[in-house]
């Protein structure tokens, strides 16, 4: 049985021929030989995360994967075991749950129900599984996870404030907090748990505690702020010990939004830490922040999110958070009473350094500047490494391009300084990082480095909050391969902690509009569940009295720009329409069950606002943002009506609430929203719809949301349809802004005009996806033409060059080209549909998606006249696959004829498309 390989998933070779050329008939796929089925079980995560430290989920859910040698191996019932020791769970006594033999095809999100968990206790756990022919596998293996400090009288510390002078108008020095402590016994486990106002690192007697970045986070801090837990055991000494904390202003108080804003959240850093020591023999003791902390400020003269950090190595200060520094000239400290009922453990991925980039040339420019090319545009900072004398400073700039002349150009960073400033100290190698502040940039212009700059001297470090990649996607033309690698950079550097528009300028904001534009794709590439888990928590803290919901999300805008509260239609539909797509990809209900209040609030501020007769008009709304030509007299036609938009939107969001009901058992509301959804589609078409289907201002976004958001009449969406693709057609290019770009294809492909929608992505005059590529982007751009043909640039007052927003597109690309889709009746990539639609020249198509359930997987070629695909469905998952312009005598699957079994349990035609339904023994059918 042990050599016995075990697959994790079932795959399936089917061959088809294009139009008329006969097929050729193979068959190649793994078997079950007839021999015992092998369950084993892997990837067990809790709330996303494996083996997680510090979760405040009350009713944890628990996951696992399945692994077998069989085809088509579903699960018929779950057995989990927890308990407060791996002994105790291993003879299986003590349990504090015992969940007895759960029928339930279910392997994802299965919630804890034993006894109430409690603070700061690790809980380790095991699941068995029979498949649906009985066949049962092992216990798995031993996961466990770790409860934070679940209540605010956990927290024994206080908080404490720097006694320090400081102008809360200008940038500070950073903060550093020490405090030494003694351990007498044998320590058998200690764990810090560690917040702030403002960033923080924490050193424990000389060593860095975790790797986690901008801890504690971004959220809305009034209400939601995150601590960390870490395992300190082994920091730990017996003897004397010290502590030491250096503090960032960060989003707390250091200048973020515009117009130089500061101190949004308060004018004081703050700092709340307390270590839990447990001895050998059970005795704990607990050491936090209190009076006799001791404070002084450093060599970080000025760390901020935008401006970049000065940092003067001559001012460090060697050996504070050792045991035995002299700390006598430092300042004291104030004890200060803010809350502690608004600890949160977090939800989402720790921010961390992913990787290394090594420049790929250093040249000097036509102005004479020293300049390293990092061959991408990225998010972090750079490691700089330097020999000199002491006194010497080495200036480091960003920029994300060059200019026509190929000289450095910062002047789209508005006022964010992205300048890193190193004084040095020693005379011998010195090896820098900054702190609290992140750069996007793909060029450095060094000035002042002692000797010569190499690319030895500089590394460029990536951070962004760490999601496991979920994704692969490969096709067969090489730009569309880049316009993926530059979606995926898209998110790389705007995923730190919160959503970003982009993170270069003084913006970095959490956009609420470009989020929900992007999310679905984003869930796509990377696991982003945890990431919006807790954003969204955000946007309903954050959500206004009248709910209303923000533009920006940590809310440092208030009613900014209009005065009124948020309201942004597309902007503030993210409350519902990113749940939605979170419950769509990840099979995740509580995220609806947790966000469905503040997703009722926006539908009933958009009703309220919509009034009697459900078109919502006159409000304030950014529109179908950037759109092409807006401003183009000789396109007019291009720019759509706010009102249609905010319309369409109030429909969509009211139909998703609807169907969110639905999924929650809540009848009442499910009825109450599909009869509203009634009326706004009729009001939509009475005002904005012609009875010759022409919508509103005839634009591809007014078309794109009519059609997608399937607002008009059945009699009139082929011909609204037919009116859309001639647009495209006649324009030869997209004119869509952030609103209708993302639906434009989709709709296009879905309606039967899939020419047009491969024309619109593989157009690389400006304005395209491709048309940056040409131009040789590394990462999506806020504009459709950020750089012109002739290298001028668009307005510097709003020109990044890393926005994700129209990298939405990916969605496009993975669920109908590559054509991996998930069935809304079955979320999560339960029933999988692989429904490819080659077109546009490709000759081969792959995408891959680590799923709840494991890998699945549509890879497409087309090769001597057949169209071969092959098909990847984890266990525990059932499949669609839908063969296009195909004839069911001519497929095969692996060399043979279509046959039931082994996992196929139907083949059928239907119309010029083969169906085949790739399942599963043991079910109904
Ligand atoms: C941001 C956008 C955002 C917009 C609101 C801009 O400054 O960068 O991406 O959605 O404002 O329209």
């Known amino acids: 049985m042990a050599s016995r390989k075990l697959s994790h998933s079932v795959i399936a070779l089917l061959v088809i021929c294009l139009s008329s050329v006969p097929s050729a008939g193979r068959f190649a796929a793994a078997s079950s030989e007839g021999a015992d089925t092998v369950l084993k079980l892997t990837a067990l995560r809790v709330e996303y995360k494996e083996n997680p430290l510090g979760i405040d989920a009350r009713e944890p859910r628990l996951s696992w994967q399945i692994q077998t040698n069989g085809r088509g191996v579903m699960q018929s019932a779950y057995h989990v075991r927890v308990a407060r020791s791996e002994r105790d769970l291993h003879e299986g006594r003590n349990l504090v749950w015992d969940s007895g033999r759960i029928s339930s095809d279910e392997s994802a999100h299965c919630p804890y129900k034993g006894s109430p968990l409690q603070s700061g206790q690790r809980y380790y756990w095991q699941v068995r599984v029979w498949d649906a022919n009985g066949a049962a596998s092992e216990w798995s293996d031993t996961a466990h996870w770790e409860m934070g400090l679940l209540n605010a009288a956990d927290w ?229 490494k330097v020999q000199g004398a002491a006194g010497t400073t080495v200036t480091l700039r960003h920029a994300e391009v060059l200019d026509k002349a190929g000289d450095f150009y910062t002047a789209n960073l508005r006022a964010a300084k992205e300048t890193v400033q190193y004084t040095l100290k020693s005379g011998g190698l010195e090896t820098y990082e900054p702190h609290f502040t992140f750069q996007g940039f793909r060029y450095v212009s060094v000035a002042g480095y002692p000797g010569e700059v190499t690319p030895e001297s500089i590394t460029g470090i990536v951070i962004h909050s760490d999601m496991t990649r979920t994704s692969e996607f490969e096709t067969s033309s090489q730009p569309i391969n880049q316009l993926q690698h530059n979606i995926i950079w898209g998110q790389k550097g705007n995923f730190l902690d919160v959503p970003t528009d982009c993170p270069q300028r003084d913006e970095r904001l959490g956009w609420t509009g470009d989020a929900q534009v992007f999310s679905r794709t984003a869930a796509f590439n990377m696991d982003v569940a945890g990431f919006f888990t807790k954003w969204l928590k955000d946007v309903a803290a954050d959500q206004f009295e009248n709910g209303s919901v923000p533009h920006v999300v940590p809310n440092v805008l208030g009613t900014r720009p209009t005065g009124q509260p948020g309201g942004s239609a597309a902007w503030a539909d993210s409350a519902v329409i990113i749940p939605w797509n979170m419950y769509l990809t990840y099979g995740d209900k509580r995220v609806l069950e947790e966000q469905y209040d503040s997703m009722a609030r926006w539908v009933e501020y958009e009703r309220a606002r919509a009034g009697d007769d459900y078109i919502w008009s006159g409000d304030f709304h950014f529109g179908d943002w950037l759109a092409f030509a807006t401003n183009r007299a000789d396109y007019p036609g291009a720019t759509t009506s706010k009102d249609l938009i905010a319309t369409a939107f109030f429909a969509h969001s009211t139909d998703l609430l609807q169907r969110a009901a639905q999924v929650l058992g809540k009848r009442n509301d499910a009825e109450r929203y599909a009869e509203l959804l009634a009326k706004i589609k009729s009001a939509f078409c009475r005002e904005f719809v012609t009875e010759t289907g022409r919508v509103g201002e005839a634009t591809q976004t007014a078309y794109a949301l009519a059609l997608q958001f399937d607002l008009l009449p059945e009699s009139l969406r082929a011909v609204a349809a037919k009116r859309l693709a001639n647009e495209v057609r006649t324009r030869g290019h997209l004119t869509t802004g952030f609103v209708g770009t993302p639906y434009l294809c989709h709709v296009l492909s879905r309606y039967g005009y899939l020419d047009e929608a491969y024309l619109l992505l593989n157009r690389d005059q400006y304005p395209s996806w491709l048309y940056p590529i040409k131009q040789g982007a590394t990462t999506i751009w806020e504009r459709w033409d950020g750089q012109k043909p002739d290298g001028t640039f668009q307005d510097k007052s709003m020109n990044s060059f890393n926005h994700y927003a129209y990298g939405a597109v990916g969605d496009w690309m993975y669920r109908v080209m590559a054509g991996l889709e998930i069935d809304e009746a079955a979320p999560g990539y339960k029933h999988i549909l692989v429904q490819p639609q080659p077109g546009g020249g490709f000759t081969r198509v792959k995408v891959s998606h680590q799923t709840p359930y494991g890998k699945a997987s549509s890879a497409w070629e087309i090769k001597d006249g057949e169209f071969v695909l092959a098909v990847e469905i984890p266990p525990n998952a059932r499949a669609t696959v839908r063969l296009p312009k195909a004839q069911l005598a001519n497929v095969t699957e692996s060399n043979q004829a279509l046959s039931n079994g082994n996992g196929i349990t139907s083949a059928r035609q239907e119309g010029y498309a083969v169906i085949v339904e790739v399942r599963i023994h043991g079910t109904s059918n």
Do not use: C
């Open 156 to 384: 024994q510390a206080s908080w404490i404030e720097p006694d320090l002078s400081e102008d809360p108008k200008k940038s500070n020095a950073a903060p550093m907090l020490r405090r030494e402590f003694q351990i007498n016994g044998v320590v058998e486990r200690a764990r810090a748990y560690v917040t702030s106002h403002g960033l923080y690192e924490v050193h424990l007697n000389g060593q860095r505690v975790g790797d986690q970045l901008f801890t504690p986070g971004w959220t809305s801090y009034k209400k939601r702020l995150q601590y960390q837990t870490y395992d300190v055991t082994n920091l730990i000494k017996s003897g004397a010990n010290a502590i030491g904390v250096t503090l960032g202003d960060g989003w707390y108080r250091g200048f973020i939004g515009f117009g130089g804003q500061r101190n949004f959240y308060g004018e004081h850093a703050a700092l709340l830490l307390q270590i839990k020591v447990t001895y050998k023999g059970g005795r704990e003791e607990i050491i936090g922040t209190d009076a006799k902390w001791k404070a002084a400020t450093g060599p970080i003269l000025m760390s901020e999110i935008y401006h970049g950090e000065t940092y003067d190595a001559r001012l460090e200060k060697p050996g504070w958070t050792n045991a035995g520094f002299a700390d006598g000239q430092w300042s004291g400290i104030r004890v200060a009473s803010y809350p502690k009922d608004n600890l949160i453990a977090p939800a989402g991925p720790a921010v961390r350094r992913i990787e290394e980039l090594k420049p790929i040339k250093v040249f000097k420019t036509p102005a004479g500047e020293t300049v390293a090319d990092m061959g991408q545009n990225m998010v972090g900072w750079v490691r700089l």
